[in-house]
């Protein structure tokens, strides 16, 4: 069999790709390594409660009937309709950080007004900024890199908002430490603080079975447990892969998810990255540097509902520090900030509600510690730094210990399994390939490495990676 | 296939291609894009739906065609004249 297009990895943005390529009627299969869909963003089942892993909410929320935005976009792109991802709006969040709160819902008004009641002296800077995003076209491909600290200097002269700003946009979608690129920024403004975050009440599985029965229904392939060992190499253009097992597997194209440096680690025949010494690529380029922008994240099943307790805030990004320091810390987590997200606090349809309280708290890890950590060590450790979390995260919202059933954990290393990203980087590499092309002719990025972020942002990777290279 | 039956197959496109709008004031004489929420990975896409269902190919320099209702049928009569109606 001669597929036109492999896609390596079902996560969102190898369905979203495989979906617009299947609908056009491209001979097309998935080949995921794991024994499910989904990647960084997936579901699990552990001593019977379901477990949502990645997602804590969908980011560029857009309400029924909206017909621009992101959102708007997908649905047509995927032919879906919005109820197909049922997604219920956020009750309101925040940012905490010593001596300031900005609140933030899907009303973007009401979040400009919040940040100018919080800082007025900031207010007309804030809103000159404000105009300067919304002129921005973070959609284009062609976009040269500026960093966003610099870019925010010319509007801002609070050090404290300007790290309030950039604290939940780098917490939900930058590879990069200090820093983001502007365009990057830009995207994740617009789809946090302007459009906002939903929830569907089943989680991130109603949206990867969505995608996934869309795509069989169109006639695409998946293959789970078929993970990729090789990317065959022939003359300078891929004639397909080579499976786990050995089974090669021929095809047109290839599209990648697996991330830019571990994609190029695939590379067989001259092409090939020494893993582990100099690493020389014998390409024309050197090799991309990987991310090193990691996570643990505390799970915590509640025998009450959050708001019994007197939390009904949806997510809460807080810093404790004078300064919000976004970078792999030098202790095994950086307790000084984190997210504490509630999948309960969504305004379900109905008053629906999930049938257990959830909290899930999540800071900054040392990559280098977790991966390090004999297994024995590793469980303990994994609890002992769970309390630790919880610890930090009772100074922002009310102590809910005495009412957890259930805790799950995961680490850098749970990451680096279930996605292959080297380190467990969350969001990939800090260098982006926005027009996901390689030195291989016919060999495509899409996902994480490519750069649009989020869930709605991983889906239209996808889809214009396969609108741009396999479908003109 | 005559015009009327063409307007209908892009019609059937549009719906296809944005479920969430309503097309029954559709005016032929005016701009899609002014009337709808079409961006260039929507014209793309009727481009490609033709090709799918009927095997045209539109060259990318001819997309301009595609601006109207009317515009589009004028453009696609002469290609689709003897693809039979209701296939």
Known sequence: MQYHTVIIGAGMSGLAAGIRLAYYEKPVCILERHTTIGGLNSFYRLRDRNYDVGLHAVTNYAPPGTRTGPLSKLLKQLRLRWDDFDLSPQNGSSVVFPGHRIAFNNDFAAFVDDVCREFPKQADRFRTLVTHIDEYDETSLSQEPASARSVLGEFLSDAVLIDMLFCPLMFYGSATPHDMDFGQFCIMFKSIFQEGFGRPIKGVRQILKKLTRHYKELGGELRLRHGVREIMVNGGRTTGVVLDDGTEIEADNVLSSAGHVETLGLLNGEWRIENGDEGVLNSPSSIPPSGEISFNEAIFVLDCQPHEL?????????????????????????????????????????????????????????????????????????????????????????DFRKHIVDTDIFTPRTIKKFTGHLKGAVYGAPRKVLDGTTEIDNLFLCGTDQGFLGIIGAMLSGITMANNHLLR | MAPPDIRQVVLDILERIAPDEDLSDLDDGVAFRDQMELDSMDFLDIVMELRKQYRVQIPEDEYENLITMDSTVDYLTPKLADVPAGV
């Open chain 1, 310 to 398: 007197g939390h009904d805030e949806t997510i809460v990004f807080y810093n404790s520090a004078d300064e919000f320091h976004y970078e792999p810390p030098t202790e095994p987590l950086d307790l000084r900030s984190g997210i504490i997200c509630s999948p309960n606090n969504f305004h379900y349809t109905d008053g629906e509600q999930l049938d257990e309280g959830y909290i899930r708290i999540t800071s900054l890890a040392d990559p280098d510690y977790w991966m390090s950590l004999p297994e024995d060590d590793y469980v303990a450790a994994k609890a002992d730094w769970g309390q630790r979390m919880v610890e930090s995260a009772i100074q922002h919202i009310p």
